[in-house]
């Protein structure tokens, strides 16, 4: 089918383009052209030392402020875009004695810790306190304030639904009346409640599906190394389960902790889901679309839907790649496919 427009019909053409109306046989013939999102990385040692000089920034002293350098992806030419077009991702540092007030908002939030330990989230009144390595979930609507009482900094990669809920044009926010909220719960409380995601109390105050709990990184990554079966793709991977329901880790992403054994290299694939990746451990590398990212602890990358790609490290220690991902919502759109791919030629280099 090919179509091009008669001079007899321009007239009626236009007319339509004055009533704000597209044609779709003119929207064929000049495909609108989308911004196609990148694969890219934020190296820690940089990310880090932008950290330190915002975490030291005058002009934000003591107002209460979230310090957080937010990742745009240069492929969706858009100042306000985030990591991917579903999720928004960013290192924030917690300084030294301050607070970032308490607040909530409809979009979800994830944090997991980089660097440093002592500093702490309030979430519907229990402090969660992190560690390196630490995952928390700030699920949509509780109120929460970061607390650091230490004398070091603590960083963490915040990870958001935020354009997807943007999107949607369901974003609400508010402040707490107080710079931070009571703490009314005693620590360990949310974990308690659901023993190790075997036993589970009844619980009253589950927002959405998702409760606000903390994922040690010992019981994560050791949960890994029990478990021992290696996925094709992704070494040994498993999902931070939702205790609740059982599935994903929140509605709208999906968490996942996965392990490449020492001098491994995956099979390729590719899926609809796009994907941040955040190197929790050790060094290693990621084929996309044909070129290689080299990637150690510390560093945030991204991975476009259907993308083919495939992982592996070449070092004698093993490798550890935390990830979230938009999953959860492209399958309940049933919009989910995944397809094998052969081992990819390698023909550049991204970052
Ligand atoms: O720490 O509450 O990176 O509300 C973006 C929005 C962090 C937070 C972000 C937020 C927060
Ligand atoms: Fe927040």
Redesign the pocket.
């Known amino acids: 089918m090919a179509w091009t427009m008669p001079e007899s019909e321009r007239a009626f053409h236009e007319e339509l383009d004055a009533e704000n109306i597209n044609p779709l046989w003119v929207m064929h013939a000049n495909p609108p052209e989308r911004p196609k999102l990148a694969p890219y990385v934020w190296r820690w040692e940089r990310m880090r030392e932008l950290a330190m000089h915002a975490g030291d920034l005058p002009s934000l002293r003591g107002q209460g402020f979230r310090r957080a350098l937010t990742m745009r992806n240069p492929g969706l030419k858009n100042p306000q875009a985030g990591a991917t077009k579903t999720m928004s991702a960013a290192v924030q540092i917690v300084w030294p004695g301050e607070i970032a007030e308490a607040?909530r908002?409809t979009a979800a939030?994830i944090r997991f810790v980089i660097e440093g330990e002592g500093a702490f989230t309030v979430q519907g009144g229990e402090r969660f306190r992190m560690e390196e390595g630490d995952l928390t979930l700030t699920p949509s609507w509780v109120w929460?304030d970061h607390n650091n009482p230490q004398d070091k900094p603590v960083i963490w990669l915040d990870c958001l639904d935020a354009p997807m809920v943007g999107y949607l044009d369901a974003m609400f926010q508010e402040p707490y009346p107080e710079d931070v909220q009571p703490v009314t719960k005693p620590n360990g409380y949310t974990n308690a409640a659901i023993g190790n995601g075997l036993m589970r109390a009844n619980l009253k105050d589950v927002v959405g599906g998702t409760l606000p709990i903390t994922y040690k990184w010992n019981d994560a990554y050791g949960a890994l190394l029990g478990y021992g079966e290696e996925d094709p793709h992704d070494g040994v991977v498993m999902e931070y389960a939702n205790p609740v329901t059982g599935g994903h880790s929140m509605p709208t992403l999906a968490l996942k902790l996965q392990r490449l054994a020492p001098n491994s290299h995956g099979e390729a694939h590719r899926h609809t889901s796009s994907v941040v990746y955040h190197a929790a451990k050790g060094e290693g590398y990621s084929v996309i679309d044909g070129k290689r990212l080299d990637w150690a602890k510390g560093d945030t990358f991204v991975l476009p839907s259907w993308a083919v790609h495939e992982h592996g490290t070449d070092s004698s220690d093993d490798a550890v790649l935390f990830s979230m991902s938009d999953l959860p919502l492209v399958e309940a759109m049933g919009l989910y496919r995944e397809e094998a791919r052969p081992r990819q030629e390698v023909t550049g280099a991204i970052g």
């Open positions: 607040h908002h939030a929460h």
